[in-house]
C-alpha cells in the first residue's frame, strides 16, 4: 500500500483555507478515502449516525504527480482528526511559502509512511507532509487510523455511490450566512426542524415547541428538477396551509430534521461555495444538501469539486 | 394582498414596528433572569408589558401607540394574556438581523389565542412565530406609588453613572441605602455587609451626573441588592450610548421609582449623542418603570 503526492498550491489554498475549516465544523474525525482519481473527504458514512457529508475532489484539483497502489485496486482509506490535519496543512503550507525566496524546489509532499513512535514497540501510520527546503526539511506527522480493510473500503464505496442520489426537486438555498444567523437563533427554541420543499420552489423552516413555533419561509426559489407552478389561490394564505395544501397535492415534501444538524450543514458555507440546494430524498429517508462550486470567473459548474451533506431525519415516515 | 378572503373577526390588535431590535432592548432591560413570566395589557394608547417577582420588584414596560407605525386595536375590553418573556425575546431575537432594520407585525389573537409575529419586509422571505399566552393570574398589583409628602423625593442621574455604581456596590453585601440630604444636596448609596462602601452623587460637584434634585428632607431607605441591581443589569447599551439619564424618586412607604427611556427606533448615525433625557425624538421612545419595595416596610424615612 502505497500513497505519495504533490500538494498543489491550489489544493493548499482549497483544502486549508476552504473545506478543512469547514469539514473540522462537521465532525472531529473524518475518513479520508483515496482511489486513482479522487480524494474524499467523509463524515459518518459508515457509522449511519449523524450527518453524513462528502467532499471529493478530482486528484487534479489537490495534486499532481499522484501515486496511489494498493491490493485493493488502489483504494486507500483511513480516518483523521481533522483539526490535526488542518494544523498540518496549514503549518506546512506556511513552510512552504516562507521559503519560496530561495527559488529552490519547495514543493509539499504527502505521503503515507509508517513510523515507530517514541516509547513504542509497533509502528504506527501516519501522514506525513514534507516541504524541502534549500538547507532544511520539515516533515508534519498527523497520526492516522490504521489503513481500512477491504470490506470496510467496498462499504464505504457502496455507501458513497448510493449518496450520490440527487432528490427529484432540489430548491436554491437563500443566503448561507444570512439562514445560519436565523438558525443559530432557532437553537435556544427548539431540538428538530420542520423542513419543507416544494416543486414551486418554496423552502420553509419552523422549530415548534410547547410555547412556540418559530419559522422562515422562502418563495420563489430557483429549482432544479421537477417543478411546478404555484396555483394562484395559495398565494395568500399563511405558510403552513400553504405547505399543508402542496404536501396533499403531492407537489411538496417536509421532513424533520435535527436543529443542530442543520446548523452543522450551514456551516460548510466556509468553504465558500458559490451556490447551495436543498432537496429531500425520496420516501422522505433524509434531507440533501448539495453545494456547488463555479470555475472562478465563470458561472459553470466546477466538476473536480463537489461537496453535499445528507441530514437524517427524525422520524421517517412522517411525510 | 389585504388578509383572507372570508370576513373573518378582526384581531384585536395588529400593529406593525419598523425596527424590532429596538424592542428587543427594551424587553431585555426588564428581564433579570432566565425563566421569567410577563403579563400583557393591550389598549388604545398602547402595550403595557409588566414582570413581577416574589411582591419586592415590579418592572412595567409602556410601548405608546405612537412607536408603531401601525396600531389597529379592535377590542371592546381590553385584553389581558400572560406569556414567557424569555421565548418572547429569543424570538424577536431571530427576527433581528444584524445590521439591518427589520419591520415586524405583532398580531393578537391568532386562532388558538397565540401571539402572532411576521416579518413584513419581504413578500419572498418572510418569518412567522406563534407564541403560546395563558390566563394570567388575577394578584392584585400592589405597587401603588404615591408621593411620600406634598414634595417629591426624586433625582435624575445619568443612567451609566448609576448602573456603574450598582455594579460597585455588589462586593459589599446584600443591602443597599438609599440615602437623600437636602443641605448639601447629594443623593448616597451605601452598602454594609461583608464590607462598607459608599457611593455619594453632591449636586453641585457632580452636576454632570447628578442632573436633577430635589428634596426637602433627609431620607433614608434600605433596599435589597438584587432587587437594587435587576433595574439596572439589563438596561441597554443604546441608553448608555444616547447618554440618558434615569429618574429615581421615593415615595410612601419608602417605594422606590426607577425610571428609564429606551429608544425604540433605529439609532441614527448623525444623532447618536444626546445631551438629556427624552430629548431625541420623544414619541420613538419606551418608558421602563421599576418599583422596588424596602427592605423593612416601616423604617423607611425620618433620620
Same mark, same amino acid.
Request: aromatic fraction near 8%.
Given at each position: 500500500m502505497k500513497f505519495k503526492a504533490f500538494l498543489t498550491d491550489n489544493g493548499v489554498y482549497l483544502l486549508e483555507k476552504r473545506f478543512l475549516p469547514a469539514l473540522d465544523k462537521l465532525g472531529k474525525t473524518c475518513h479520508v478515502y483515496l482511489t486513482r482519481d479522487h480524494a474524499a473527504f467523509l463524515h459518518n458514512l459508515l457509522n449511519g449516525h449523524g450527518l453524513h457529508s462528502v467532499a471529493q475532489f478530482r486528484r487534479e484539483a489537490l495534486f499532481d504527480d499522484y501515486r496511489i497502489s494498493s491490493q485493493n485496486d488502489d483504494r486507500i482509506a483511513f480516518a483523521v482528526d481533522v483539526s490535526l490535519l488542518n494544523r498540518a496543512v496549514r503549518s506546512a503550507a506556511t513552510v512552504c511559502c516562507g521559503s519560496s525566496s530561495d527559488g529552490s524546489n519547495n514543493r509539499l509532499q504527502i505521503k503515507l509512511v509508517k513510523k515507530l513512535p517514541p516509547n513504542c514497540t509497533q509502528p504506527m501510520p501516519f501522514l506525513t507532509f514534507e516541504t524541502r527546503g534549500y538547507k532544511s526539511a520539515v516533515i508534519h506527522d498527523v497520526p492516522i487510523s490504521k489503513p481500512l480493510s477491504k470490506t470496510q473500503v467496498l462499504e464505504l464505496q457502496s455507501a458513497l455511490e448510493t449518496a450520490q442520489d440527487l432528490p427529484q426537486t432540489l430548491v436554491q438555498a437563500p443566503d448561507l450566512v444570512q439562514l445560519q444567523n436565523f438558525v443559530d437563533r432557532m437553537k435556544y427554541l427548539g431540538d428538530s426542524l420542520n423542513v419543507f420543499i416544494s416543486k414551486y420552489g418554496d423552502l420553509h423552516v419552523e422549530v415548534s415547541a410547547t410555547l412556540i413555533s418559530l419559522g422562515a419561509e422562502f418563495r420563489k426559489l430557483m429549482v432544479i428538477g421537477e417543478k411546478a407552478d404555484a396555483p394562484a389561490e395559495d398565494q395568500n394564505l399563511s405558510a403552513q396551509s400553504r405547505s399543508s395544501r402542496s404536501i396533499l397535492r403531492g407537489d411538496g415534501q417536509s421532513v424533520q430534521v435535527s436543529v443542530k444538524h442543520f446548523a452543522k450543514s450551514l456551516q460548510c458555507h466556509l468553504a465558500k461555495p458559490d451556490c447551495a440546494f436543498y432537496g429531500i430524498a425520496p420516501q422522505g429517508s433524509c434531507l440533501t444538501v448539495i453545494f456547488q462550486f463555479f470555475i472562478p470567473g465563470t458561472h459553470q459548474t466546477d466538476k473536480s469539486i463537489s461537496l453535499h451533506c445528507r441530514l437524517p431525519v427524525l422520524d421517517p415516515g412522517s411525510s | 394582498m389585504s388578509a383572507s378572503g372570508t370576513e373573518e373577526e378582526r384581531p384585536e390588535l395588529v400593529c406593525q414596528l419598523e425596527h424590532v431590535q429596538g424592542l428587543v432592548d427594551a424587553l431585555s432591560a426588564v428581564r433579570w433572569k432566565r425563566h421569567q413570566d410577563a403579563v400583557l395589557e393591550l389598549s388604545e394608547h398602547g402595550i403595557v408589558l409588566v414582570v413581577q417577582e416574589s411582591g419586592c420588584l415590579q418592572a412595567k414596560l409602556y410601548l405608546k401607540r405612537?412607536?408603531?407605525v401601525r396600531y389597529d386595536y379592535n377590542a371592546q375590553v381590553r385584553p389581558r394574556f400572560g406569556l414567557s418573556l424569555g421565548i418572547f425575546v429569543e424570538c424577536l431575537n431571530a427576527f433581528s438581523v444584524p445590521a439591518h432594520s427589520t419591520p415586524i407585525q405583532i398580531q393578537y389573537?391568532?386562532?388558538?389565542?397565540q401571539l402572532l409575529l411576521k416579518s413584513v419586509d419581504s413578500m419572498d422571505a418572510s418569518i412567522c412565530a406563534e407564541i403560546r399566552t395563558r390566563i394570567p393570574e388575577? *394578584?392584585?398589583?400592589?405597587?401603588n406609588f404615591e408621593p411620600a409628602g406634598t414634595n417629591p423625593l426624586t433625582f435624575t442621574v445619568k443612567s451609566a453613572a448609576l448602573k456603574e455604581a450598582i455594579e460597585d456596590l455588589e462586593w459589599p453585601g446584600s443591602s443597599i441605602h438609599v440615602i437623600l440630604e437636602p443641605d448639601p444636596p447629594s443623593v448616597t448609596l451605601r452598602a454594609e455587609g461583608h464590607g462598607d462602601l459608599q457611593i455619594d452623587f453632591l449636586y453641585y460637584a457632580n452636576s454632570d451626573l447628578l442632573v436633577a434634585f430635589q428634596c426637602d428632607h433627609r431620607v433614608s431607605v434600605k433596599y435589597k441588592y438584587k432587587f437594587l441591581k435587576a433595574t439596572t443589569s439589563n438596561m441597554p447599551s443604546s441608553v448608555i450610548k444616547e447618554n440618558r439619564g434615569s429618574k429615581l424618586s421615593i415615595g410612601r412607604g419608602g417605594m422606590l421609582k426607577v425610571q428609564h427611556l429606551v429608544s425604540i427606533a433605529k439609532p441614527l448615525a448623525s444623532h447618536s449623542?444626546?445631551?438629556? *433625557?427624552?430629548? %431625541? %425624538?420623544?414619541?420613538?421612545v419606551a418608558h421602563i418603570e421599576f418599583f422596588v419595595k424596602p427592605e423593612e416596610s416601616d423604617d423607611s424615612t425620618n433620620d
Amino acid at each position: 500500500m502505497k500513497f505519495k503526492a504533490f500538494l498543489t498550491d491550489n489544493g493548499v489554498y482549497l483544502l486549508e483555507k476552504r473545506f478543512l475549516p469547514a469539514l473540522d465544523k462537521l465532525g472531529k474525525t473524518c475518513h479520508v478515502y483515496l482511489t486513482r482519481d479522487h480524494a474524499a473527504f467523509l463524515h459518518n458514512l459508515l457509522n449511519g449516525h449523524g450527518l453524513h457529508s462528502v467532499a471529493q475532489f478530482r486528484r487534479e484539483a489537490l495534486f499532481d504527480d499522484y501515486r496511489i497502489s494498493s491490493q485493493n485496486d488502489d483504494r486507500i482509506a483511513f480516518a483523521v482528526d481533522v483539526s490535526l490535519l488542518n494544523r498540518a496543512v496549514r503549518s506546512a503550507a506556511t513552510v512552504c511559502c516562507g521559503s519560496s525566496s530561495d527559488g529552490s524546489n519547495n514543493r509539499l509532499q504527502i505521503k503515507l509512511v509508517k513510523k515507530l513512535p517514541p516509547n513504542c514497540t509497533q509502528p504506527m501510520p501516519f501522514l506525513t507532509f514534507e516541504t524541502r527546503g534549500y538547507k532544511s526539511a520539515v516533515i508534519h506527522d498527523v497520526p492516522i487510523s490504521k489503513p481500512l480493510s477491504k470490506t470496510q473500503v467496498l462499504e464505504l464505496q457502496s455507501a458513497l455511490e448510493t449518496a450520490q442520489d440527487l432528490p427529484q426537486t432540489l430548491v436554491q438555498a437563500p443566503d448561507l450566512v444570512q439562514l445560519q444567523n436565523f438558525v443559530d437563533r432557532m437553537k435556544y427554541l427548539g431540538d428538530s426542524l420542520n423542513v419543507f420543499i416544494s416543486k414551486y420552489g418554496d423552502l420553509h423552516v419552523e422549530v415548534s415547541a410547547t410555547l412556540i413555533s418559530l419559522g422562515a419561509e422562502f418563495r420563489k426559489l430557483m429549482v432544479i428538477g421537477e417543478k411546478a407552478d404555484a396555483p394562484a389561490e395559495d398565494q395568500n394564505l399563511s405558510a403552513q396551509s400553504r405547505s399543508s395544501r402542496s404536501i396533499l397535492r403531492g407537489d411538496g415534501q417536509s421532513v424533520q430534521v435535527s436543529v443542530k444538524h442543520f446548523a452543522k450543514s450551514l456551516q460548510c458555507h466556509l468553504a465558500k461555495p458559490d451556490c447551495a440546494f436543498y432537496g429531500i430524498a425520496p420516501q422522505g429517508s433524509c434531507l440533501t444538501v448539495i453545494f456547488q462550486f463555479f470555475i472562478p470567473g465563470t458561472h459553470q459548474t466546477d466538476k473536480s469539486i463537489s461537496l453535499h451533506c445528507r441530514l437524517p431525519v427524525l422520524d421517517p415516515g412522517s411525510s | 394582498m389585504s388578509a383572507s378572503g372570508t370576513e373573518e373577526e378582526r384581531p384585536e390588535l395588529v400593529c406593525q414596528l419598523e425596527h424590532v431590535q429596538g424592542l428587543v432592548d427594551a424587553l431585555s432591560a426588564v428581564r433579570w433572569k432566565r425563566h421569567q413570566d410577563a403579563v400583557l395589557e393591550l389598549s388604545e394608547h398602547g402595550i403595557v408589558l409588566v414582570v413581577q417577582e416574589s411582591g419586592c420588584l415590579q418592572a412595567k414596560l409602556y410601548l405608546k401607540r405612537e412607536l408603531f407605525v401601525r396600531y389597529d386595536y379592535n377590542a371592546q375590553v381590553r385584553p389581558r394574556f400572560g406569556l414567557s418573556l424569555g421565548i418572547f425575546v429569543e424570538c424577536l431575537n431571530a427576527f433581528s438581523v444584524p445590521a439591518h432594520s427589520t419591520p415586524i407585525q405583532i398580531q393578537y389573537p391568532g386562532p388558538d389565542m397565540q401571539l402572532l409575529l411576521k416579518s413584513v419586509d419581504s413578500m419572498d422571505a418572510s418569518i412567522c412565530a406563534e407564541i403560546r399566552t395563558r390566563i394570567p393570574e388575577t *394578584i392584585a398589583w400592589d405597587y401603588n406609588f404615591e408621593p411620600a409628602g406634598t414634595n417629591p423625593l426624586t433625582f435624575t442621574v445619568k443612567s451609566a453613572a448609576l448602573k456603574e455604581a450598582i455594579e460597585d456596590l455588589e462586593w459589599p453585601g446584600s443591602s443597599i441605602h438609599v440615602i437623600l440630604e437636602p443641605d448639601p444636596p447629594s443623593v448616597t448609596l451605601r452598602a454594609e455587609g461583608h464590607g462598607d462602601l459608599q457611593i455619594d452623587f453632591l449636586y453641585y460637584a457632580n452636576s454632570d451626573l447628578l442632573v436633577a434634585f430635589q428634596c426637602d428632607h433627609r431620607v433614608s431607605v434600605k433596599y435589597k441588592y438584587k432587587f437594587l441591581k435587576a433595574t439596572t443589569s439589563n438596561m441597554p447599551s443604546s441608553v448608555i450610548k444616547e447618554n440618558r439619564g434615569s429618574k429615581l424618586s421615593i415615595g410612601r412607604g419608602g417605594m422606590l421609582k426607577v425610571q428609564h427611556l429606551v429608544s425604540i427606533a433605529k439609532p441614527l448615525a448623525s444623532h447618536s449623542y444626546v445631551d438629556s *433625557i427624552g430629548y %431625541q %425624538q420623544p414619541s420613538r421612545v419606551a418608558h421602563i418603570e421599576f418599583f422596588v419595595k424596602p427592605e423593612e416596610s416601616d423604617d423607611s424615612t425620618n433620620d
